[in-house]
């Protein structure tokens, strides 16, 4: 059996929404493998609708969905419709530029 370890999850915008809307929390505590996983298994295990999500950040870090995801991590998924300049501040723009390619 795999050793785990706990990531702390928060969603934001229109997928905090998506969540609150299905009864879910905005906010997550989740399993995951000691040899980690993607940004984008941990948004399909938490069943966040990826065409939405344009950056993940970890650790305080924008990354687009291939980013790996280690025990002890904290990864905060936003979706695409941030305002304007934060967008470009925070690195989402080239995150979510990435995935599209």
């Given at each position: 059996m795999?050793?785990?370890g706990?990531?702390s999850?928060r969603?934001?915008?229109?997928l905090?929404?998506?969540?609150?809307e299905?009864?879910?929390?905005a906010?997550?505590?989740?399993?995951v493998?000691?040899t980690g996983?993607?940004?984008?298994?941990l948004?399909r295990?938490?069943?966040?609708?990826?065409?939405?999500i344009?950056?993940?950040f970890?650790?305080h870090?924008?990354y687009?969905?291939?980013h790996p995801?280690?025990p002890?991590d904290?990864?905060?998924?936003?979706?695409?419709g941030?305002?304007?300049?934060h967008?470009?501040?925070?690195?989402?723009y080239k995150a979510g530029?990435?995935?599209?390619?």
């Amino acid at each position: 059996m795999e050793d785990t370890g706990n990531v702390s999850v928060r969603i934001f915008g229109l997928l905090r929404a998506h969540r609150l809307e299905r009864g879910l929390s905005a906010t997550a505590t989740f399993e995951v493998p000691e040899t980690g996983m993607s940004a984008e298994q941990l948004a399909r295990a938490l069943d966040l609708p990826l065409e939405m999500i344009e950056g993940v950040f970890v650790n305080h870090t924008v990354y687009d969905l291939d980013h790996p995801v280690m025990p002890g991590d904290q990864v905060a998924f936003v979706p695409y419709g941030t305002p304007g300049p934060h967008r470009f501040y925070l690195g989402l723009y080239k995150a979510g530029k990435q995935r599209s390619q």
